[in-house]
């Protein structure tokens, strides 16, 4: 009755307040299979495993979940795994500060008459870490470990509980290269054991490499499937169904008035400081022109917020050497201070997180990157405090009662426009937006992008990074793509599409 | 209540603390029989709790930035021995002595500030550190004896502005000079301000508010002046307060209107936004620990004044006291939050209830569990407000 | 909300009425009559003060029926000495009829400063100080000087002010020769003939009686130190080298321990002078771990357990230091004052660093197993430790 097939989900709907989550995704994977599900950020992969896995349980979507052969109603991860199901997050969720064995056993210890029986476990341990390839004692504690062995030690815990059914999310995303070809090595090993694997990726190369059947999902619907055959993939394909929609958003009329270069990085490498030897921007080379906007392209983790924090002042990574030119002169940018003063600016893609102090008031953020501007007689003048919050609520159209109000009370629009006035108080020659118009709505989106006109127009040299390539095309004049901290291309909007962009997003060029 | 935040502002959460205050005053007063509300009482009150309120001042940034300083007291104690050693065994004078007591107090920043800065470790391991180095310190370089300090030292602790001028004004002249100034100096700001008002938004404010403003000011500190000035003659308002309100007023100016200031609460509310906006993180971590051990240097030497002996136990437990007004004064554990005035305000607070409680004759331990109490309260209603404001 | 804020404002108002309508100070109204003497106080302060009127006008404050404020300052109440201070003040201030204000400091100076300060402004005519540290009152007993109240040291000197009328103590230089005293009583009387093997200890140099009970001791020890009769094998004989920081007992017993160990192989430790009780027993402790014969070892303050040892014979002597007499003391004083008598006679004197204070000192009482019946016959507590 299943007809060789591990996994049914048919027709699973679920929303979240507002959104429409997912609508009607089927998903069917064969026994001891590969099986890849692509799409673009947001399209849905990660909700959909997550209804899989019971992290949203039975009940809380429609639809229906059938696991060799039988329907299946998880109420939690407990139970989905109890079924075989285990899924490894992107992010690793073991104890740093515990041993290989007092993770795998983590919540499933072997005890007997109420003490830990360690003997067993240790053993137990070797023989799967043997099994998935690594060959370590069991007592290392798991914060010694790289994080291509940590990945393969969650692989040995997911074994250690009978796994039949492997979810792998992004596995090889924050993996450096000979770890990530390991990794492969070791999901196509179980396949021969008989353990059937998912793994969302959207590295085609990999998924060539080793899957049998990619499953392509696009905001929220099952678009496509495909065979894979003898490590052949139409990526054109492929490609086009992640991508495949119109330009639903509406972008500003705008003609850009392009003057000299301003901006000029050349051979800019910068390696993660926490994986040695991964690169998280190699060679990179790039400008900007003034009045120009200039689009980065590329997928999450591919290295662009990265390449920008490592620009604005070094706040990430090793820095390994290369050169900005700023006027055609070369500058030294060895902190933030540094960046300010030869006029950059960088709105942050996590405002909260990075952009603002959410304590503070509107007037006091907006003032708070270029202080000295307002002082009179060496003390800060909270009258052209107010003067200058009042000057950018007016022109950016902020809505808020007063300047005094906290940050806190506004909308994400609002706060990005207060993120943004803070940045034009510096008066910047570069503005680097990343992301500028995440968890903004359709409105409000709208009037950033005419500010983002103005000030280009103002002869400013702008780079703009988002993951919405409608975005990037409606806006930018010019795009580069990036794909493992490599730039792979770079060509004026006016020739680019979706399907060349995601091609050079998702594979070296 | 519409008049009353034309009056007072916006925000009127923020007088909570400074209408339990003065509640404590009058409910003190009476309960003692008349004896909270007199001159000498306010008198030993000031240079009684000038050392904690000093401490406070520190202590309000050092929280701010999401730190804290547990070896503020030993510090103290320690500079101010080293005073004390410096002027009795090496005969220098007691400026010199002081100057060496600020150094010491430098240095001790300095110390801490490195290693919270520099290497990273936490202010609450680092000064947990130094606290048990700086009390050893004391007891090392004093054998566990206290040392009586030079006589000029005590004017810091426990002097009175000089008295001149004709006697018909019935006070202490100096202090009548100080208020009348402070009242000139209230009111030329106002007025100013208001001459200002519609400069950006156009609008120009009604003035009565700034006229109540003016009268309510004037009252208290009229008031204030004359309890301090009306007492025994040959004394006015403390010098230890003298130098307390110098103190708040710079501090006042330092977190309110100086970039230093702006980025101790940018570092405290979101340390990495405060570094993507171009904040010297280390650099702030760095002079805040600085201040704070120069600040518990000069409440050394105030403590030192008014007791004339440096002592092996002095500034034990002194960083509680300054925590808990700080903490009373409104600032968040998380950091970013707290002022210079709420803080003063939490720390006369805990100053009043100790001085009633002593004037009831209420002993050291049940005071002890009333402070308890009143920090709890106090900062339970202060998480209660923000919780409802949502 | 509303109501709260009305109320807070009602509030302002009734502290901006109550203030001006004058319960505060003021030159003219002198409302406290502890100011009123001020000025006089100084002028007269080598005479009897008036404390006449002083002392009525606050007893119209108080109910008492005597009249006089007496006020206690203690520096804690974790010892028992402190403990019983504190119930006698109170039973025999009272019995006497003065309203009596006692508080304990608990260990902290700051503490002790306000307290005090806050017995003046109660209308305090005498503060009776057990100080937490003799030194540090000084600016806050010149306060009480100048409002006319009159100050008592209690048990320990007050240094370093000119605010101190007189001391009330048990002589430390006594003590410490009684203290020698019993301890050649009992080497003659255990450990035959000359001469006799000790050593030495003082207390915690930050007591300034630790000093003086190590002085009265040596005026005693060391003619016979000299004449060879006693030989102190380390030839540790300064103060400095004896001392024992904060009285300690640990630090004691193991500055015992390196001197048995270095310098007692082979000879025999016949007596110790010991400044306390709890250093006595930390240092027979180190003599019965040495394998040491117990010595005469010396003591001071009766403590129950060193009774115990005494009436046992572990440890030679203790010195008692009654807490009733000198409180007794100290109460008979504090009458005379109120009577208007002033400060009784007296020819000791002690610097305190600034002034020659007054002193008025109890003998102490040396207590050995033959005499601690009688000492301890009006005791009943420490009687009972006597049967076992």
């Given amino acids: 009755m299943s007809d060789g097939y591990i996994l049914q989900m048919k027709n699973i709907t679920k929303t979240f307040p507002g959104v429409k989550a997912l609508s009607n995704v089927t998903l069917e994977v064969s026994k001891a299979s590969i099986h890849a599900i692509c799409g673009e950020n947001g399209a849905g992969k990660s909700t959909l495993m997550k209804v899989l896995s019971g992290v949203y349980p039975h009940g809380s979507y429609d639809g229906h979940i059938i696991f060799e052969g039988k329907e299946m109603a998880f109420k939690n991860i407990k139970e989905s795994e109890r079924a075989g199901i285990v899924i490894i997050h992107q992010e690793l969720t073991m104890i740093p500060e515990l041993s290989v064995t007092e993770n795998i056993f983590m919540g499933n210890e072997i005890v007997e008459r109420g003490l830990i029986n360690w003997d067993q476990e240790r053993k137990k341990t070797r023989e799967l870490l043997e099994a998935v390839g690594l060959h370590i004692n069991p007592n290392t504690i798991i914060k010694n470990l790289g994080v291509g062995q940590q990945q393969l030690v969650e692989i040995a815990k997911a074994l250690s509980k009978n796994v039949k059914l492997l979810i792998l999310d992004e596995p090889t995303s924050s993996l450096n290269e000979s770890d990530s070809e390991n990794l492969l090595k070791l999901m196509l090993g179980l396949k021969k054991q008989g353990i059937t694997s998912i793994m969302i990726s959207h590295k085609l190369n990999e998924i060539a490499a080793v899957s049998d059947y990619v499953t392509v999902i696009r905001d929220g619907q099952t678009v496509d499937g495909y065979a894979v055959e003898a490590g052949k993939v139409d990526e054109n394909k492929i490609i086009k169904a992640m991508v495949g929609r119109e330009i639903e958003n509406r972008y500003p009329e705008h003609t850009p008035k392009i003057g000299d270069v301003v901006l000029e990085v050349s051979d800019w490498n910068v390696e993660d400081a926490k994986v040695p030897g991964k690169m998280l921007c190699k060679n990179s080379r790039f400008n900007v022109r003034a009045g120009e906007i200039v689009g980065f392209a590329g997928l999450m983790g591919a290295g662009r917020t990265e390449l920008m924090r490592s620009l604005f002042g070094k706040t990430i990574g090793i820095f390994k050497g290369g050169t900005i030119r700023i006027h055609g002169r070369e500058v030294k940018i060895d902190s933030v201070q540094d960046a300010i003063k030869n006029k950059l600016a960088y709105v942050p893609e996590d405002r909260k997180v990075l952009g603002l102090n959410l304590l503070d008031s509107i007037k006091k953020t907006t003032v708070s990157a270029n202080l000295d501007k307002i002082k009179t007689r060496g003390l800060l003048d909270f009258d052209k405090e107010r003067a200058a919050a009042e000057k950018y609520r007016v022109s950016l159209r902020t809505k808020c009662s007063n300047v005094g109000v906290g940050v806190n009370t506004l909308s994400g629009g609002n706060q990005q426009k207060v993120v943004l006035s803070k940045w034009m108080f510096t008066e910047p020659d570069i503005l680097i937006l990343d992301e500028p118009t995440r968890g903004i709505d359709v409105g409000a989106k709208y009037e950033i992008y005419k500010l983002i006109h103005e000030l280009a127009d103002q002869g400013k040299a702008i780079i703009l990074v988002s993951s919405e390539l409608p975005e990037l095309l409606g806006m930018a004049d010019r795009i580069y793509t990036i794909f493992e901290g490599q730039i792979t291309g770079e060509l004026p909007a006016k020739d680019a599409n979706q399907e060349v962009l995601m091609k050079k997003m998702t594979i070296t060029a | ?390 | 909300m509303k109501a709260k804020k009305i109320v807070s404002m009602l509030m302002t108002v009734a502290v901006a009425v109550s203030v001006l309508t004058g319960c505060g100070g003021g030159r003219t109204a002198e409302p406290t009559s502890v100011a009123d003497t001020a000025k006089t106080a100084e002028t007269e302060k080598t005479d009897s003060k008036p404390t006449g009127n002083s002392s009525e006008s606050n007893a119209s404050e108080g109910n008492s029926s005597k009249g006089g404020v007496v006020g206690v300052a203690l520096p804690w109440l974790g010892t028992q000495n402190w403990a019983e201070a504190e119930v006698m003040f109170k039973e025999q201030l009272e019995a006497a009829g003065y309203e009596t204000i006692i508080q304990a400091a608990d260990q902290k100076v700051p503490q002790q400063q306000q307290q005090i300060e806050s017995m003046i402004e109660n209308g305090a005519n005498v503060i009776v100080v057990g100080p937490v540290d003799g030194t540090q009152l000084g600016s806050v007993l010149e306060k009480a000087k100048d409002a006319g109240v009159y100050v008592i040291g209690y048990d320990r000197l007050l240094e370093n002010t000119t605010g101190v009328d007189g001391i009330v103590q048990f002589g430390s230089v006594k003590t410490g020769e009684l203290q020698a005293q019993a301890l050649l009583q009992g080497l003659e009387e255990l450990k035959g003939e000359a001469p006799y093997n000790i050593e030495l200890f003082g207390g915690g140099p930050a007591d300034p009686n630790a000093p003086n009970f190590f002085k009265g001791a040596m005026t005693v020890l060391q003619p016979l130190i000299d004449d060879g009769t006693l030989v102190v094998v380390s030839g540790q004989t300064e103060f400095t080298q004896c001392a024992t920081a904060d009285w300690d007992n640990s630090k004691a017993q193991s500055r015992m321990d390196a001197i048995l160990a270095g310098n007692y192989s082979d000879i025999e430790i016949d007596g110790v002078l010991s400044p306390n009780d709890g250093i006595a027993r930390a240092i027979i402790t180190s003599c019965e771990n040495a394998g040491q014969p117990i010595p005469v070892v010396s003591g001071l303050d009766a403590e129950n357990e060193s009774v115990k040892w005494v009436w046992s014979g572990k440890q030679y002597s203790t010195v008692a230091k009654p807490t009733n007499a000198l409180v007794a003391k100290t109460v008979s004083i504090i009458d005379s004052l109120l009577a208007g008598n002033g400060m009784p006679e007296t020819d000791v004197t002690a610097n305190n660093g600034v002034i020659d204070v007054p002193v008025y000192e109890l003998p102490p009482v040396v207590v050995t197993k033959d005499n601690a019946k009688e000492v301890f016959a009006d005791d009943p507590d420490r009687m009972a430790l006597l049967t076992e």
């Fill in chain 2, 1 to 390: 209540m519409k008049y009353i935040k034309k009056v007072l502002g916006e925000d009127l959460r923020q007088y909570t603390m400074v209408v339990a205050l003065v509640a404590l005053i009058i409910v003190f007063n009476i309960a003692s029989g008349e004896k909270m509300v007199t001159s000498s009482n306010f008198q030993n009150l000031i240079s009684g709790n000038a050392y904690v309120l000093v401490l406070a001042l520190g202590m309000l940034m050092v929280i701010v930035i999401g730190q804290i300083d547990l070896s503020v007291g030993s510090v103290a104690g320690f500079a101010s021995m080293v005073m004390a050693i410096t002027a009795r065994q090496f005969n220098l004078p007691w400026y010199i002595a002081i100057l060496v007591a600020l150094a010491i107090g430098m240095l001790a920043g300095a110390w801490q500030g490195f290693f919270l800065s520099r290497l990273g470790i936490p202010g609450f391991i680092t000064t947990l550190g130094g606290m048990m180095i700086f009390r050893g310190g004391v007891i090392w370089i004093s054998n566990s004896i206290s040392v009586p300090v030079p006589s000029e030292l005590k004017w810091f602790g426990a002097g009175y502005l000089p008295e001149w001028g004709p006697a018909f004004t019935g006070m202490n002249n100096s202090t009548l000079l100080l208020g009348v100034l402070a009242i000139a100096v209230y009111i030329i700001i106002q007025l100013k301000k208001y001459a200002r008002s519609g400069d950006i938004t156009g609008e120009k404010e009604e003035f009565w508010p700034v006229a109540v403003r003016i009268v309510l000011v004037t009252v208290v500190i009229g008031y204030m002046t004359w309890i301090f000035g009306s007492g025994r003659p040959g004394t006015s308002f403390p010098i230890p307060g003298l130098i307390l309100v110098i103190l708040i007023i710079l501090y006042h100016l330092i977190t309110e209107r100086t970039s230093f200031g702006r980025h101790v609460y940018a570092v405290g509310g979101n340390k990495s936004a405060a570094e993507l906006s171009g904040v010297n993180v280390k650099r702030t971590y760095f002079l805040t620990m600085l201040n704070m051990s120069i600040l518990a240097a000069v409440a050394g030497i105030l403590f030192v004044g008014r007791s004339t002996a440096a002592g092996p136990a002095d500034g034990t437990s002194w960083e509680m006291d300054a925590i808990a007004s700080v903490f009373i004064g409104g600032a968040a554990v998380s950091g970013g939050v707290g002022t210079v005035i709420a803080t003063m305000v939490g720390g006369l607070v805990m100053a009043v209830l100790n001085n009633g409680l002593m004037l009831m004759g209420v002993g050291a331990d049940k005071t002890q569990v009333i402070k308890g109490f009143v920090l709890l309260a106090a900062v339970a209603f202060d998480v209660y407000n923000k919780k409802n404001r949502r």
